[in-house]
């Protein structure tokens, strides 16, 4: 059952941040209005509809794991006494119901409404609202006492920040996925995205530094440095800080390499398609570099942290 926990808790993390931030890049990145706007496209309504119904079905699956973990057994978990004690007893109840009522929410607009921005921005809304509440279903709201608010400040900022990117990046892979070199509006609003999100993503990098850092003094500290080559625990955050670099690398080529080249290419459909293979490629690599992440927090989330052993 704790697999299923970790799993679960690993799709909560992906579909929030698609819905969240993919939704925001609807709204910042891409043209408002013209063939190449996330309104007049399809696949982007698909695609939070998409996260936003999976969020929903990860969010209760994901309280009744958790819940069978507390009480022994899934029978014993889907029993009314021990989910009403989960709901009123237990953080995770309330936020489990936070996350689900929006993923709800955010599905029934996505498709009772006509896409265009009220729709990115009710549904980047709920998604924030989806993103924020993970923070009761990790460490970042177990902390007591002096500091408490601090550490999840912290952390919900942590989890905006990633839910940013990573919408970005999921966006960014099926622009270019479906890119083609002969369209001409198509690649230049790519482009444009792509070379509008430079300053954006070192903003996220440095939040996602800081409250690391924050994250890690309350889960680390001091004391925990040692056991970050002997634990589990300190195994697998350094092993995300690995991966984490490497993102910045990938993000480094895109931004000083790959998106030039485009650039450069626009008027020239075989050289643009050679440059849109190249980011297509990179982007992938992010991607999967961003889910081996979320994995590894899914995992973190339920293991002691050093600052406790
Ligand atoms: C691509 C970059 C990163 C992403 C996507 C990311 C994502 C996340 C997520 C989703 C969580 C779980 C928060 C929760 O459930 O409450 C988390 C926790 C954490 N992150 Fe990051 N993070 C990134 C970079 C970093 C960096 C650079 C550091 C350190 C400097 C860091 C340190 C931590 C720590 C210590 C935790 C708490 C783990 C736990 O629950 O015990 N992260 N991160």
Redesign the pocket.
């Given at each position: 059952m704790e697999a299923a926990v970790v799993v679960l808790r690993w799709v909560q993390?992906a579909a929030s941040f698609v819905l969240a931030g993919g939704a925001l890049f609807a709204l910042y990145a891409l043209p408002a209005r013209g063939p190449s706007s996330a309104a007049a496209m399809a696949w982007p309504r698909r695609v939070l509809a998409g996260s936003a119904a999976i969020l929903l079905l990860a969010t209760a699956l994901g309280l009744s794991a958790q819940t069978a973990v507390v009480a022994g057994s899934l029978s014993a978990a889907l029993a009314p006494a021990t989910l009403a004690s989960v709901l009123t007893d237990m953080a995770m109840g309330p936020a489990s119901v936070a996350r689900g009522l929006s993923a709800a929410l955010a599905l029934g607009l996505l498709l009772a409404k006509r896409p265009g921005t009220p729709a990115w921005v009710a549904s980047s809304s709920l998604g924030a609202v989806a993103t924020a509440s993970?923070?009761w279903?990790?460490?970042?709201a177990a902390t007591e006492g002096a500091g408490s608010l601090i550490h999840l400040a912290a952390?919900i900022a942590?989890?905006a920040a990633?839910a940013v990117?990573?919408g970005a990046i999921v966006f960014f892979l099926i622009l270019a996925r479906l890119a083609d070199g002969t369209d001409a509006d198509g690649l230049g609003a790519f482009h444009d995205a792509l070379a509008g999100f430079s300053g954006i993503g070192s903003a996220l990098v440095a939040v996602?530094?800081a409250t690391?850092?924050v994250?890690?003094g309350f889960?680390?500290g001091m004391a925990g440095l040692p056991g970050l080559f002997t634990t589990l625990y300190g195994r697998l955050?350094l092993l995300?800080?690995l991966v984490?670099a490497a993102?910045l690398v990938l993000a480094a080529a895109n931004r000083f390499r790959l998106t030039p080249a485009l650039r450069g290419a626009l008027d020239d459909p075989d050289r643009a398609a050679a440059a849109v293979v190249a980011l297509r490629k990179s982007l992938a690599l992010e991607t999967g570099a961003?889910l081996a992440?979320?994995a590894l927090?899914a995992w973190?989330?339920r293991l002691a942290?050093l600052s406790s052993l």
């Open positions: 993390y993970l923070a279903m990790g460490h970042g952390d942590h989890l990633a990117w990573i996602l530094l690391g850092l994250n890690s889960l680390v955050l995300k800080l984490f993102m961003a992440v979320l927090v973190l989330g942290p």
